[in-house]
C-alpha cells in the first residue's frame, strides 16, 4: 500500500472509531467517502487493474460483514465500515484487518464480560448459537437480546476494534 493510502485507511478507521464511540453510530458520509476515497486512490496508482483490487476489497469486506449483519450480530454501519476499508486496503490486505479486527474485538468482548459478571451466561449463548448455525436457524429468533438492536443485549462499539485492527496493520505494515 501507499503511504497515502496507509494514511486514509488510518484516518477513515480512527474517526469512525471516535463517532462509534461518542454516538455509537458510524456516519454514511464517512463510510462512502472512504469507498470512493480507497477506490479512486487504487485507481490512480493502478488504473483499471487498481480499481478492481479496490472493488474486490470493498465486495470482500461488505459480503463477509454483511452475513454477521443478516444474523443481528453487527450493526450496518460496521458492514459499510468494513467494505469502505476493503476498497482502501484492497483484498489481501483485508483479510490481515479482518483477523487483527477479530482478535481486538474478541478481546474487548472478553473483558466485557467479564467486568460484567456475564461469563456463565456468554458461554450459554455461544453454545446456543453454536447450535442454532448447525441447524441453519437465525440465534436471535429464539433468544432475542442476542440481536445486536435489543435493549438488553451487551454490545460494544466495533468501530473501535476495527481502528484498532487496521492500525495494528499499519504499523506491521510500515515496520515490516
Known amino acids: 500500500m501507499t503511504q497515502i493510502s496507509l494514511m486514509a485507511a488510518a484516518a477513515l478507521v480512527l474517526t469512525a472509531a471516535a463517532t462509534d ?55 450496518a454501519g460496521d458492514v459499510k465500515l468494513m467494505a469502505a476499508v476493503g476498497a482502501v486496503v484492497g483484498p489481501s490486505n483485508w483479510i490481515a484487518v479482518f483477523t487483527a479486527t477479530a482478535i481486538a474485538g474478541g478481546a474487548a468482548a472478553a473483558a466485557l464480560v467479564v467486568a460484567k459478571g456475564r461469563v456463565r451466561q456468554t458461554l450459554w449463548n455461544i453454545r446456543h448459537i453454536l447450535s442454532e448455525l448447525i441447524l441453519l436457524r437465525p440465534p436471535y429468533l429464539r433468544r432475542s437480546y442476542l440481536d445486536v438492536k435489543h435493549p438488553g443485549a451487551l454490545t460494544l462499539p466495533h468501530g473501535i476494534a476495527i481502528a484498532a485492527g487496521t492500525v495494528f496493520c499499519i504499523v506491521a505494515a510500515r515496520i515490516g
Open 21 to 75: 464511540l461518542r454516538r455509537r453510530r458510524i456516519p454514511n458520509w464517512l463510510t462512502w467517502g472512504g469507498a470512493i476515497t480507497g477506490l479512486l486512490l487504487h485507481t490512480v496508482t493502478g488504473g483499471w487493474a487498481g480499481l478492481g483490487l479496490g472493488i474486490e476489497g470493498m465486495l470482500l469486506g461488505f459480503g463477509v460483514y454483511f452475513v454477521f449483519y443478516c444474523l443481528h450480530a453487527m450493526g
